[in-house]
């Protein structure tokens, strides 16, 4: 059923409920034909072909399928497309700029922070949720803030490193910022918060 | 996986959802965090007609203690407004014990306190807690309010009393007698499995007594178990470490735990009684640190 979102036939239009949605995802402004129960795991992977938010589980157990919904770490699994209605969804796809790899991302390189790397999207957006509470995380409160994401890799102690790592780059790049003078309003507001954190 | 098809709405008040639940008669499931409900939903263990989703309805998602000391959590309410709140610790140590060990941080940021209570799975945490508060659910129907006792609410795994036109749209815990102390602890394999076993000890101390308590207890019987024999035990004492003994021995008693993949039912009587023990030894010392 890989076309459940897609065109319904003539002969099933009366009975099928169909809602459209309109939602921005990663930046960009999207919109949708969809039946009330696909989920919106599926609305991003099959739909929109963002194929980096990964359905491990399918039982709301394993975090693979990870986004961020209005800059709240949640299982796309969960949730119904029809939910994302007027939303903002970020998904691992939307971390990386056409020129540079995210921190995170370049954190879990540095680190060995995936072997086979099919948690990895999600771990790196529930990273980017914590990072932006709390630019200086404890190891503890890392493994707290990830602990809704599995990996069976084991690779949890690289995990961790690489999330550190990631929380130093972003806290010398808004450092740096602010010493220069010319970062936009908001990389100073993450200088500012990076700083009181520190205080 | 994907559930059966279902018609969806998103209601704007709790007067219209209600009129919609009214219109199919039973058929229809609340949609609040969806944690439970749509995991259900892909396993087809529930196949609702409607779904008649409230996230769209404002001013639902508060915790906040009326000037009496009356609590209040709304409908929409995540664990993680409770997990994370500056407020609650003070006024409510038992659900500030508990929010932050309720599933794994991903389902907190959706999943809604009087959701969970509603879903009243055995191995739900929220139900014990408010067992142990002697807290109530508020239901709106189309005849208005109604408010029910979180101890009658469940009438069964996975079953309340709500009618089939009625929202729960708040939780609600009586204001104390006294200082208000308590705790959760909870056994769980690893993050976000069910519990092996929960305990949630309440008690309001007045003069340096006890003068009400509360004893609910998570995964060990059919539903959430009101231990109130063991709370009666607290109740008149200074909680000295006799009294906490006995009522751990008559909540461990209370239990009907069932032996499984997650411990034999000895064990898991065991740790009742080690559960109450140590919130009873946890709300000693901080009354000590208080004096």
Known sequence: MSTLYEEVPPSFAEDVPVRRVELTVNGERRAADVEPRLLLAHLLRNGFRLTGTHTGCDTTNCGACTVLYDGVPVKSCTMFAVQADGHEVLTVEGLATASELHPIQEGFKDEH????????????????????????????????????????????????????????????????????????ASSAEGAASNAGGEG | MYPSRFRYEAPSTVAEAVAMLAAVDGEAKILAGGQSLIPMMKLRFAAPAMIVDINGIGGLDYHRADPDGTYRIGALCRHADLEKSATLADAQPTIAAAAPVVADPLVRTRGTLVGSVCHADPQGDWASVMVSLEGAIVAQGPNGHRSIQVADLIDGPFQTVLAPDEIAVEAVVPAARGVRAGGYLKLERRVGDFATVGVAVSVEMSGGSVARAGIGLTGVGPATINASDAAAALVGTVLDADAVDAA?????????PRSDHRGSADYKRHVVATFVRRIGAQIQRSEQEAA
């Open chain 2, 248 to 256: 751990a021995q008559l909540a461990a008693e209370a239990a009907q």
């Open chain 1, 113 to 184: 922070g995936l072997q086979c790397g099919f948690c990895t999207p999600g771990m790196m957006l529930a990273a980017k949720a914590l990072l932006e509470e709390n630019p200086n995380p404890s190891e503890d409160e890392i493994r707290w803030a990830l602990s809704g994401n599995l990996c069976r890799c084991t690779g949890y102690q690289n995990i961790v490193k690489a999330v550190m790592w990631a929380a130093d780059k972003l806290g010398a790049n808004a450092e740096s910022d602010g010493a220069d003078d010319a970062g936009d």
